[in-house]
């Protein structure tokens, strides 16, 4: 499984960015695909997760509301549609995927084993 994540960028803060996640490789429908976040200094943390079969979300409490996160089957992508971009929004985002992960598991990175290269989102105050 490869992952490819783009559209990461510089943009003011109150705008939006669409993060994608093109996989390849096999196929994907017992799999969990999750975006993550790192900033600087600072631990990686979730942000959100689907399930490739289901669609099956959910969402850190941080961007529960201005973030959605969705799939586009026949393009094997996850998109990370990112609202009302806050400056502590800033980190490199990257996507992730794990076969037959256990859904009460999705938000720990360490369960996933297959990773993209990350993209960067810088948030202007």
């Known amino acids: 499984v490869q992952l490819q994540a783009s559209g990461g960028g510089l943009v003011q803060a109150g705008g939006s960015l669409r993060l994608s996640c093109a996989a390849s490789?096999?196929?994907?429908?017992?799999?969990?695909m999750g975006w993550f976040r790192q900033a600087p200094g600072k631990e990686r943390e979730f942000v959100a997760a689907?399930?490739?079969?289901?669609?099956?979300?959910v969402y850190a409490d941080s961007v529960k509301g201005r973030f959605t996160i969705s799939k586009e089957v026949a393009k094997k992508t996850v998109y990370l549609q990112m609202n009302s971009l806050k400056p502590e929004d800033t980190a490199v985002y990257y996507c992730?995927?794990?076969?037959?992960?256990?859904?009460?598991?999705?938000?720990?990175?360490?369960?996933?084993?297959?990773w993209g290269q990350g993209t960067l989102v810088t948030v202007s105050s």
């Open positions: 992730a995927a794990r076969s037959g992960l256990i859904w009460m598991l999705v938000s720990r990175h360490d369960e996933y084993n297959h």
């Open positions: 689907i399930r490739w079969s289901g669609g099956n979300t």
């Open positions: 490789g096999r196929t994907f429908s017992n799999y969990v």
